[in-house]
């Protein structure tokens, strides 16, 4: 089903009567999601505004995050959170799924960059929450709690978003030669320190990776004073650009086996990372890791730790705590009494 | 301003729950009840509005909020959180019914730890004790309210409160990782976990700026971010406030992200001039534009900044070169609202626009204002569009805050029929719950009242705030009660 505006997205899911999945390019479904009938908001496409003076833009979730992309390029702007683009994902299943990249450790995460929404209820009602301004605190913020709700809440068919200058110059260090005690190290010290990185992470290949952005003068004073900090320990290379970041971002998009995505504080990265199968990145200074491992493989996980399955078997560990469990429930069936809405926007 | 009848049958049972209450905290006398006492917290920094509670609580731990949430969900007693009672919207402003639950007690640092970039705290802790604990390490927390000497993080995560350096880095929601709630029914839980992310929906999103009205937040764990080598402002003055605003979007158009970008109008100007002599130029409007770094990187960006105001013909562009130029450049505008005070009462208003509106709603501001009859002077976050516009009165003047009243609502509807909203960064409280149909349908309240439902199914915790009073009467469970 592919409605063609927000009314008839809204008669549809008024009218279901069996368990529906709302989805945009389904490029980011989790095992186990997008069952039932398909509820496709493809056709609800649009830039309904762009104001780059005011670092807003207003988009029909269907949008292609690829035309979004480009027409914020055309602006010499961005999305600060850096979604990987995959072939045929849509806006809507970007913030569906709260898809945060690299440069989730400065400029936050997807729900961070969301405004505003419009969505259609699991009772086929349509709402709207938050605005188009960066500060809003107008009764509850149904955004961020809408934000990575896959979909269960309703089918979210407007998103507002910050957007963010392009920096004019980029530079990416690599430093070779660390195991794993010695990246986190690298990579604790660039982010504590007044070196304004963007990004922090290890390739697959071993090679931590930082990233500095910004005016031209600025982006080399800080490199300085960077490499000065990591010490001699690691072999230092100052490449310009950040194609490293978009491998380190666009990781596990292709193969078969199960593949983690592991939150964690940095400072527990360490055992974690010892007892890793390859191959593996970690990002957002240690606080992220993403591994390919046998399917009956599972993570030892450190205090606090959420460990989701992205490819392979549907997922989650640890046990969600009861009471949260009850919360999540209450409020999804305050927006879908009915239990229709699956998992599956994205 | 209304406030629905208390509960008699709660007011007549005093006695026997302050009991309870004194029973289940270790310290007697964190347990207030008497008259005099319980005065102190009959206002928040809405002091318009006053009512004296039934009984203030000052607990110490997460496990004593429990035990009292537990005692008044049982005998059915509201329960009004305060963090330090700066609310600006009457958000912890008491009814007869209600016991205050303060978090003043409750300031302790938990954890600091610098390689997770992050610090926990019980929530009674101030915003600025919260940088005070971690500057020493050469980090500092980023959302900067205006009251951050006095407000409670508490408060600020109860409002997702701003500040002046927002434009950068965010608000509230956008620093905090973590949070351990009391629900109404006394169960703690633990939300968020690393980089914010916890189970299943955003539960720690939703409860940042719910106004302590799904649960008390008694510890928080906050984003921590490395302290710049420096800053620096520039004022810049201007002959018209269109000209001031199209040089606000310029800046921001231009890929310049600076920490704070402010507006002053005439008005302010003169009124802080005479309170402070920070030796403002002589302008229609001014702008100050802060940006940080380290010394070569300011440079360049104040470079940037000059070349493009240029552009706009200013009268002046005054660059800080020594810490007590900077000082003297912050000094009126951080002075504004006491200045502002000396010459007039005034009323604040907290609406947000598009920036790309700022020359049209300021415009339509000086209309409102010549047909109210009321002076408005105008100073603001630009960068972000939060205006604070400050509609001056006589509060001693019959009919005069009335009118203050009906102008500073017609401003508010302007800001959310150009995009903004009512309110930027001060809550709905009790001040602004009446203009939320201005701004919402029934449907969008609807859907944000069915989460309260959630969390406090019987409307306990601080009910009677955000929502009209005639769209949550039955949730109250007080039907026709109100209109007495």
Not at chain 1, 95 to 122: E, K
Not at chain 2, 162 to 191: F, I
Not at chain 2, 228 to 248: K, Q, Y
Request: aromatic letters at 4%; glycine letters at 12%.
């Amino acid at each position: 089903m592919r409605p063609e505006t927000e009314k008839e997205l809204a008669a549809l899911i008024r009218a279901a009567t069996s368990p529906v999945s709302i989805t945009g390019g389904a490029t980011r479904l989790r095992p186990g999601e997008g069952q039932g009938n398909r509820i496709d908001l493809r056709a609800l496409t649009g830039i309904t505004l762009y104001e780059p003076e005011a670092l807003t833009v207003v988009v029909r979730a269907g949008t292609p995050l690829a035309e979004v992309q480009a027409a914020l390029a055309a602006e010499n702007q961005m999305l600060a959170f850096e979604p990987d683009p995959r072939d045929g994902s849509t806006i809507g299943g970007v913030v569906a799924a709260n898809a945060s990249g690299p440069r989730r450790v400065s400029a936050g995460a997807c729900r961070d960059a969301m405004l505003g929404i419009r969505m259609v209820t699991g009772e086929g009602e349509i709402i709207r929450n938050g605005g188009r301004v960066m500060k809003n605190v107008t009764g509850y913020d149904l955004v961020k709690l809408s934000a990575g709700a896959r979909g269960t809440l309703g089918a979210i068919t407007e998103v507002a978003l910050k957007t963010a200058p392009v920096p004019p110059v980029r530079a990416t260090l690599r430093l070779t030669g660390l195991d794993d005690a010695g990246a986190i190290a690298a990579m604790t010290t660039a982010l504590t320190g007044p070196f304004d990185v963007t990004g922090a992470g290890r390739l697959t290949n071993g090679t931590v990776i930082l990233r500095l952005e910004g005016l031209a003068g600025s982006v080399e004073y800080r490199a300085g004073r960077l490499r000065e900090a990591l010490g001699p320990q690691a072999a230092i290379e100052t490449v310009e650009g950040d194609a490293d970041f978009a491998t380190l971002r666009d990781y596990g998009q292709t193969g078969e086996a199960a593949l983690w995505r592991i939150v964690l504080r940095p400072s527990q990265a360490e055992p974690l990372l010892a007892q890793l199968p390859d191959p593996h990145i970690v990002d957002w200074g240690g606080a992220l890791i993403r591994a390919e491992a046998p399917q009956d493989w599972r993570p030892d996980l450190p205090q606090g730790a959420r460990a989701d399955c992205e490819r392979g078997a549907a997922m989650s560990l640890p046990e969600t705590d009861p009471v949260i469990a009850r919360l999540n429930a209450g409020i999804r069936a305050s927006f879908d009494p009915r239990g229709l809405l699956l998992e599956g926007a994205a | 301003m209304e406030m629905p009848a208390p509960d008699m049958s709660v007011i007549s049972r005093r006695d026997q729950i302050a009991a309870r209450l004194t029973d289940a905290l270790a310290d007697p006398a964190a347990v207030i009840t008497d008259p005099a006492e319980t005065r102190a917290y009959e206002c928040d920094a809405l002091s318009a509005y006053r009512c004296p509670p039934l009984a203030v609580v000052l607990p110490s731990t997460t496990a004593e909020v429990a035990a009292v949430l537990r005692i008044c969900h049982d005998e059915r007693v509201p329960v009004v959180p305060r963090g330090a009672g700066t609310s600006l919207a009457g958000g912890s402003m008491p009814t007869a019914d209600a016991v205050v639950i303060g978090l003043a007690r409750m300031t302790d640092v938990l954890e600091i730890n610098p390689q997770d970039r992050l610090i926990r705290v019980q929530t009674g802790r101030t915003n600025l004790a919260v940088t005070g604990a971690v500057a020493g390490q050469g980090f500092f927390y980023a959302p900067d309210p205006s009251s951050q000497l006095a407000c409670a993080i508490g408060g600020n995560i109860a409002m997702n409160s701003g500040g002046a350096h927002c434009l950068k880095y965010g608000v509230t929601t956008n620093n905090l990782l973590g949070a351990t709630v009391v629900l109404m029914d006394g169960a703690v839980v633990e939300l968020g976990g690393p980089m914010g992310e916890g189970a299943g929906l955003d539960l720690l999103g939703v409860i940042c700026g719910s106004e302590g009205q799904l649960g008390i937040v008694t510890e928080a764990t906050l984003r921590i971010l490395p302290t710049p080598e420096g800053a620096r402002p520039v004022l810049i003055a201007f002959d018209s406030a269109e000209t001031a605003g199209a040089c606000v979007a310029a800046i921001i158009r231009s890929g310049i992200l600076p920490v704070a970008i402010e507006y002053m109008d005439r008005p302010c100007i003169a009124a802080t001039e005479d309170f402070c002599g920070a030796g403002y130029p002589d302008c229609e409007a001014l702008l100050i534009v802060e940006v940080e770094g380290s010394a070569p990187e300011i440079d360049e960006q104040l470079r940037l900044i000059r070349d493009i105001a240029q552009g706009f013909a200013p009268l002046e562009f005054r660059e800080s070169g020594s810490e007590d130029e900077s000082r003297r450049i912050w000094l009126g505008r951080k002075s504004a609202f006491g200045a502002m005070g000396v010459i007039s009462d005034y009323m604040c208003l907290d609406g947000t626009i598009p920036v790309s509106q700022l020359p049209h709603v300021l415009n339509r501001i000086g209309e409102l204002s010549a047909k109210a009859g009321l002076r408005v002077a105008n100073v603001f976050h630009a960068g972000d569009g939060n205006m604070h516009p400050l509609i001056l009165y006589d509060a001693n003047a019959p009919g005069d805050l009335e009118r203050c009243e009906d102008l500073g609502a017609d401003i508010l509807r302007l800001c959310v029929e150009v995009g903004g909203c009512l309110t930027g960064e001060h809550g709905v409280g009790v001040e602004k719950r009446e203009l939320m149909t201005a701004q919402y349908t029934p449907a969008d309240l609807e859907a944000q009242m069915r989460v309260k439902d959630v969390f406090d199914p019987q409307w306990l915790l601080n009910p009677a705030k955000v929502f009209p009073l005639t769209v949550s009467a039955a949730r109250r469970g007080q039907g026709g009660q109100d209109a007495a």
